[in-house]
């Protein structure tokens, strides 16, 4: 146990490490509150509902997987400043925005394994340039599975014909997107063009992180910007055979979630001090027509909650976080 309260300057730096956590289009949809009672020092996470998208993530499950990553965040910078994080999962049932309490105590409790993962929290970033035909050896994989089952979930690496199956199912929730107005409409609002006159905020994908376009539709990378908005964007050709992983839950509801979001975070940390390049291919997993197929029928896990793609590339820049005070409160 803590036997002094840490500071409010203590409190808004891991909130600081926290929020470098990587969201569906950036979004940040995560609210932090600082409590203290008698001898209790506790971080409350909620989700927070002006944030949601309700055309590409109805259920919240995305919501949840970036609060998890930024929980997971917060586990990291409390390690690393030697203090101990015990975490409670949904803590108040009649609440669903309030998704996890993070208790802090003494420094006898701190976890060395996650210590060593905070340099990671600022240089990961999402990748949407092109990666080597490089193969990621068979060690660091392994690496990277053993972190998603620290964290009680499944890291699956797929053979040639799964990889090409979920390969195939990006391309298809392409077609389903532009098809589609509503989720369109949603993904531009999350979307900075640099245009004169426009806000570039503190969220949302700016236009130097949209990477290059595809030359032709094997592109694994999701294009923010068909309508083409960004005029100075560069063609590139991406790798003919992306390196993939599936990221699963045995069971698919809020808990499994913030689990597979810790988990997700955990892994690219991971990947990233083991000098990979990484990107997130979320949207076969924003359609119930194409989740399910995700999955391979031979495996164990039964729900896939992410698709990474991994590999020897550019790191991509850092995007823009919501400052501390926005997201941080104190009671």
């Known amino acids: 146990m803590i036997t002094t309260a840490p500071t409010r300057a203590l409190v808004a730096s891991l909130v600081e490490d926290a929020v470098t956590a990587p969201s569906m289009h950036n979004a940040q949809p995560w609210r932090f509150v600082h409590r203290t009672a008698a001898d209790t020092d506790t971080v409350e996470l909620y989700g927070d509902p002006l944030r949601e998208m309700p055309r590409a993530d109805p259920d919240r499950r995305a919501l949840h997987l970036g609060c998890g990553a930024a929980l997971f965040g917060l586990r990291v910078a409390a390690a690393h400043r030697g203090l101990g994080a015990e975490v409670r999962l949904l803590p108040a049932p009649e609440d669903p925005w309030h998704l996890a309490d993070v208790r802090l105590y003494g ?57 090409e199956a979920v390969m195939g199912l990006v391309h298809a929730s392409a077609l389903f997107e532009a098809a589609d107005t509503s989720v369109r409409a949603e993904l531009a609002r999350w979307t900075r063009t640099a245009a004169t006159g426009e806000d570039p905020g503190t969220e949302g994908i700016p236009s130097y992180a949209l990477g290059p376009r595809q030359y032709d539709v094997t592109s694994p990378v999701r294009d923010f910007d068909p309508p083409r908005r960004v005029l100075e964007r560069a063609s590139a050709r991406f790798e003919k055979d992306p390196q993939i992983a599936l990221l699963g839950t045995v069971r698919d509801a809020p808990r499994e979630w913030l689990m597979a979001g810790q988990a997700l975070h955990r892994v690219l940390l991971r ?25 391979d029928p031979l495996s164990t896990t039964g729900f896939v909650q992410m698709v990474l793609r991994v590999g020897y590339g550019p790191r991509g820049r850092a995007t823009p976080r919501r400052p501390v005070s926005e997201v941080l409160a104190f009671a």
Do not use: N, Y
């Not at 006898?108 to 060593?116: K, N, Y």
């Not at 000098?275 to 027509?289: R, V």
């Open 107 to 163: 420094a006898t409790g701190a976890d060395e394994d996650l210590a060593e993962l905070r340099p990671a929290l600022a240089e990961r970033h999402t990748s949407r340039f092109p990666f080597s035909e490089e193969r990621v050896p068979a060690e660091i994989l392994d690496g990277l599975r053993a972190a998603a089952i620290l964290e009680g979930c499944r890291l699956v690496v797929p053979g040639d014909w799964h990889a």
């Open 271 to 295: 990947a990233t001090l083991d000098g990979l390049a990484t990107s997130l291919m979320s949207q076969p997993l924003e359609w119930p027509e194409l989740r399910p197929l995700a999955r």
